[in-house]
């Protein structure tokens, strides 16, 4: 942060993260919009004072040095936030830089649960796996005591090497599946025809979570951190789009006004609107924008996964 700068300048009062000054006792003496609003500060309050106590160490430790960037947590009256951090001085002040990333950490840990080897998938493994082993040494015993096979032992040593069969096939369909993401396909085969999903988020970690999710649903995804450039795509695309997923607040054009481009090309699109709005939805702001799919943030993959398999398969 340059040491001439004016606090005043519009580009500080409404960037989409958090800008905060400090005096030499730690008191908050400046803040901007994003600080007041979405972590709730003040000034003549101090920022020490909304530090979680396990993230203190870590706090005195970007304070002591302004090269350093860290994770920490915050908390106020009624939540708390994990924040990305760092500072610079710059004469009888500090400066502090916050970003929430409470989402990208909570979409993190769900894709990450959603990849674990689940209980049941293990234990089908087992079952399909033992099963395979009975009947193969029953074969082996069978093949053993005669050397001469005909008749029914033939009839029955050609079952138990279908059943051989048969269970090596769901053990490998229980690891390919776990392996693509938990995704059930019989087949095996990645459809022709796939659905396409446009995602437009301005966190580019957020845009890779949900473009990542949607690939392993085996959609095919486009995704955009910049709406002026999901717009462009879009109207050279319309066709070719079946759903598009976006965040409510972005830089360079807000989500309802690209939603309304959009809409403006194609009537019947739909849209699933990602909101941070804790309030109930406004039925002439749903009205007015013509979207009918909302989505809470801090977003719920499985909620999210199920309503786009509802609208378009």
């Not at 003496?29 to 994003?34: A, C, F």
């Not at 909570?106 to 033992?130: C, G, I």
């Not at 309802?256 to 109930?280: M, Q, R, W, Y």
């Not at 939805?281 to 909620?303: C, T, Y």
Request: proline letters at 4%; a negative charge.
């Amino acid at each position: 942060m340059p040491t001439d700068l004016i606090w005043s300048a519009k580009i500080i009062e409404t960037l989409p993260l958090s800008v905060i000054c400090l005096d030499t006792g730690g008191a908050i003496t400046q803040l901007n919009k994003y600080a007041r609003n979405h972590f709730h500060l003040t000034c003549n309050d101090t920022l020490h004072s909304h530090i979680h106590p396990d993230s203190e160490q870590q706090f005195f430790e970007v304070m002591a040095n302004p090269s350093t960037e860290i994770q920490i947590q915050l908390i106020n009256a009624s939540n708390s936030h994990w924040v990305q951090m760092s500072q610079q001085n710059t004469g009888n002040s500090t400066y502090v830089f916050m970003r929430d990333i409470s989402e990208q950490l909570a979409l993190s840990t769900q894709l990450r649960a959603s990849k674990r080897p689940e209980k049941k998938m293990v234990h089908d493994l087992y079952n399909a796996l033992t099963a395979t082993m009975g009947y193969a040494e029953l074969i082996g015993m069978m093949l053993e005591e005669h050397k001469v096979i005909s008749g029914e032992r033939l009839a029955a040593i050609q079952r138990y090497q279908r059943e051989v069969y048969i269970g090596l096939q769901k053990a490998d369909l229980l690891l390919r599946n776990q392996k693509e993401g938990g995704i059930v396909n019989e087949s095996g085969a990645v459809p022709i025809k796939r659905k396409h999903i446009m995602i437009v988020d301005d966190e580019p970690s957020i845009t890779e979570f949900l473009s990542e999710l949607m690939r392993a649903k085996q959609y095919k995804v486009t995704s955009f951190t910049d709406s002026t450039e999901a717009l462009s795509y879009f109207t050279n695309h319309i066709s070719e789009v079946d759903l598009v997923i976006m965040d409510q607040v972005m830089p360079q054009r807000s989500g309802l006004s690209l939603a309304s481009e959009l809409l403006s090309h194609n009537k019947s699109l739909p849209i699933v609107f990602c909101t941070g709005d804790h309030g109930p939805i406004d039925a002439q702001m749903e009205e007015k924008s013509k979207i009918k799919h909302f989505v809470r943030k801090p977003i719920d993959i499985n909620e999210l996964s199920d309503m786009v398999s509802e609208i378009i398969d």
